[in-house]
């Protein structure tokens, strides 16, 4: 039985993107494994605003996946969810995880 101090959870990975430069393709691919592994997933759909609801997503979810892609920084809706991404990480101690998109991570190039 699940502890009631743990919040009641409506998604389980919240996908993080600027769909101008990943397409419906890639994000499709991801979605769909996830709904085999029985996993919940959650993303901005085309003009959807960020709500207070998106944000309690956030702040409810197990894992973010971070898809960085060319113009991923220039998305102001892409930073917002960024930020509260990160805030939640620290607070909730939940996974976040990076996709680097057809760019290459400062890390690799080390």
């Not at 389980?12 to 769909?32: A, E, M, Q, S, W």
């Not at 060319?70 to 805030?87: D, G, H, M, T, V």
Request: contains cysteine; charged residues 25%; hydrophobic residues 40%.
């Amino acid at each position: 039985m699940a502890s009631s101090s743990q919040p009641r959870r409506n998604y389980d990975v919240f996908l993080n993107f600027r769909g101008k430069d990943i397409g419906n393709n890639f994000v499709g691919h991801l979605c769909k494994a996830f709904y085999q592994a029985s996993l919940r997933t959650k993303e901005l759909r085309k003009r959807e605003a960020i709500s207070p609801s998106i944000m309690r997503a956030i702040k409810e979810l197990l894992i973010a996946i971070i898809i960085f892609s060319e113009s991923y920084a220039s998305s102001w809706w892409c930073l917002e969810e960024l930020a509260k991404i990160l805030e939640c990480e620290k607070m909730n101690e939940q996974d976040v995880m990076p996709v680097f998109y057809k760019v290459e991570s400062r890390a690799a190039k080390h």
